[in-house]
Nanobody, 115 residues
Framework: QVQLVESGGGLVQPGGSLRLSCAASGITFSMYDMSWYRQAPGKQRELVARITKTGSTSYADSVKGRFTISRDNAKYAVDLQMDSLKPEDTAVYYC?????????WGQGTQVTVSS
């Protein structure tokens, strides 16, 4: 069964940290480019960070220097370490797996940054 399952969301104070994890199953994980997207209320879904199958990373300007994406091909997992969180980081975060025509999404995990 093809599945992406996110975990690690929650409520955190401004300046705090969270680590999101995405567990993949049913795919040849090492062949996929993996990404984290987010969608805030009333806004479009936006790309936060991407790590290609070769390990190259890229980030949205708004999270550069604060977020770090990593993958573990042996564990079929991709993580997003989020530091120095800001209220504007509040959103539902989605894991995405992309390979040729296969474009897979998780169900999302809520991240709320508030005091």
């Amino acid at each position: 069964q093809v599945q992406l399952v996110e975990s690690g969301g929650g409520l955190v104070q401004p300046g705090g940290s969270l680590r999101l994890s995405c567990a993949a199953s049913g795919i040849t994980f090492s062949m996929y480019d993996m990404s984290w997207y987010r969608q805030a209320p009333g806004k479009q879904r936006e790309l936060v960070a991407r790590i290609t199958k070769t390990g190259s990373t890229s980030y949205a300007d708004s999270v550069k220097g604060r977020f770090t994406i990593s993958r573990d091909n042996a564990k079929y997992a991709v993580d997003l370490q989020m530091d120095s969180l800001k209220p504007e980081d509040t959103a539902v975060y989605y894991c995405n797996a992309l390979f040729r025509r296969a474009d897979l999404w998780g169900q999302g995990t809520q991240v709320t940054v508030s005091s």
